[in-house]
């Protein structure tokens, strides 16, 4: 299958994945707060259940890893993308505050994540209605495994952990149900551009430029009211000024990573990520653009490499409007569905 | 830089700040406004606004800004983003308040 067919799925179906790329730790112990809490971006008032995104900061505030952290009563959940798991143990001994009890050990089991608008419907079916039915960002554990309801798709997203020794049984269930679902196989190409086309932040490009929350966009995810890992640095970027901010692009022509973006015959940026989008039928792209000129609704500006010129038209996140914004677990169903009542994917501009 | 699109940041950027004074004053959201990014995600855990906020939010963007939706299938992909909510008010808001 090819990663179109992937995203063709995975935009209107069902795509299962494997997790091989996110690590996940689990955190112990009477001081597992403290210590977490000085390490992770984000403030940590998290109710028992419930996960939200956040940052492991490095002391320049560059992203060390793009994390999910998640409360499970006085422990704590570590989904990580970006470091090895032997790097991300590390940095997490590094910098817990000295004295405090806390153990770091990775979770056993193995992932899987389903991701589409009909995810929710696929879940229910093969792991029960207590999952299918998770609200974002909250998880659900059970002696069959722990279920994560996050995803980085814009479609509806489920991580699973499932003991190793079970995994072969459920991934055998999800494809043989997953079959009246379409499902697909998805691979981490194929979920990298479905990322950036709903504009989540990706640790493995932009997340490597050099950039801080601050010219990545990426705030939301931070706290200033407390001190971690990062925060100093970031304070004074802050108090410096981003000279730069990231803006989504959409280009007809082949745009490239590196390439310089002008504006008439003035230099204002440059191209971060960019990958052809078969549900737009053009290219995508995320552009790190000086802050005068860093607005989406703007079609003057191009890309230019290699003396070829492609003109670019910034726009606002998400670049997709997904199917799962209007599919409801109450009213619809993968077999009931009607495409001609579908809202189109790109909404005019 | 040619006028038009000077006049295009302008009018954009004032937007965004009204947009950011709403969510602060209106909603209150806690963050600064410079701390709110353009493309920070409205709901879940982005600036954790849920579904009753949804609807002031509507309200506020209506008395601020005097955006009218022209149908409610466009609520749900103008109310993603604080970017969002900038296009909303560009294409459907008052003009005095979008040219000023």
Known sequence: MSMDDEIRALRTSVALAAGDHVTCLRVEGEGAYEALDHVVACDLFLQDGQMRPSLLLDEEARPFADIHVARDDESFFLLAEGPSPEALVAFLKEHFPAGVEATVERCDGTLLSLHGPYAWELCTTVLGPDVGSLPYLAFYRTDSGVFFRSGKTGEYGYDLLIPTGEVDAVREALVREGAAFDLAHASLPALEQCALENGFFNIRREGRAGLSPLELGLQWRVSYRKDYVGSAALRARREAGAKARVVWAVSGAPVSEGDEVFLDDQRIGHVLAVGFSVIRGEWVALLLLDRPYAYAGIDRYEARSAGERRPIRTLSAPLINNRSLYVSPQRHSYRGRDESKMSPFVLPS | ?100
């Open chain 2, 1 to 100: 830089m040619n006028p038009e699109l000077a006049r295009y940041i302008k009018r954009r950027e004032r937007i965004l700040d009204k947009v950011r004074t709403l969510l602060v004053e209106r909603l209150h959201v806690s963050r600064a406004p410079d701390e709110i990014d353009p493309d920070a995600p409205l709901f879940g855990t982005g600036l954790g606004l849920d579904s009753v906020d949804a609807v002031e939010l509507l309200v506020s963007m209506e008395s601020e800004l005097g955006v009218k939706l022209p149908n409610e299938r466009l609520s749900r992909p103008a109310m993603r983003t604080v970017n969002t909510l900038v296009d909303l008010a560009l294409a459907h808001g008052r003009t005095d308040d979008v040219d000023g």
